[in-house]
């Protein structure tokens, strides 16, 4: 007798992808679709740093901070009879760290953090799910993030570098929601459920300028140093991160289902021309639309792939009309009658 209550693995044998990068593409991020046959849908992410941390020793650990994430889908499928009626779809997310996602192992059960998550995830897919065509049914995103971004590279927690002002902002998790966004958004699309749009995650953050002087490096008060805005940051490759946002964009609808904002207290000299403390959060929310944007090029085209591989396609529709007008041009034809 088959237990109910649990999501029971395939049957047979399965193997854990494995994707070679090119060494000019070495920080393209990775998308693929239908990669748990047991799901509805599902989707991988993988996006490595653009950078590597000035420590260099010969520690077990990554050269480089990467992030990678899987999501599985599962339903749409009908409520139980104790259920009371639902006129929408009901929408369940679960995100959860890996025991080895992080430097800190993890316990099974889920903390505050990923409940958090999960709760920021699941206000950005309300929006983008259209719930009246499923009524008094439920599904499940389900998120596993193999590795995580974290504040502080591994190896300066081993040389004793890592600054305690970036271990307890937890910036890491602003990356890692954004990708919760895009990965789970490309699943729903696997999974066939319709939606108003495609919906992917971006991030910006003001952070200290890496070539500052010495003398803004030594200044006491924030509004004597110089700061910049960066897309999709990576907290272990900047000194310092004042504040952050993350939202969760429809490109074609131009709008925010999901806005995260972290940090503020920033203050600037009038007429200098860089961000004061008035239009901070705007010029964030401006910034992570942009990185938003850029994201949804790369689920735009791994939803597009996924879709000519279901209808036996194994090239794009326009190379394999290119190629149809080519052999039709090169040969002649001849036709004989019965």
Known sequence: M??????????G??????????????TSPILKNGLIPAATGSAYLELDSLQTPSASLPVLAFASPAIKLVCAVHGPRPLPRSAPFSPILLLSTHVKFA???????RGHLRDNTEKDLAAHLETALRGVIIGDRWPKSGIDVVVTILEGEEDNWWGDQIIGEATESKANGKWGLMTVLASCITVASAAIADAGIDCVDLVS????????????????????????QHFMMVLDPCPAEHPKILAACVVGHLSARDEVTEFWFKGGGFKSKDGSGSLTAGNLEQHLLDGAVRAAAASRTVLGAAVKEASQLRLGLSQPVGMVKDSTKQSTHGEDMHMHGA
């Open 201 to 224: 995650g971006g991030v910006a953050a003001l952070v200290r300028q890496e070539n500052a002087d010495q003398a803004d490096k030594q200044a006491k008060t924030e509004q004597d």
């Open 2 to 11: 088959t237990d109910k209550r649990r999501i029971n693995g395939p049957t």
């Open 99 to 105: 025991p080895f996602a992080s430097s800190i192992r």
């Open 13 to 26: 044998g399965t193997a854990s992808p494995k994707y070679a990068l090119r060494p000019d593409a070495s």
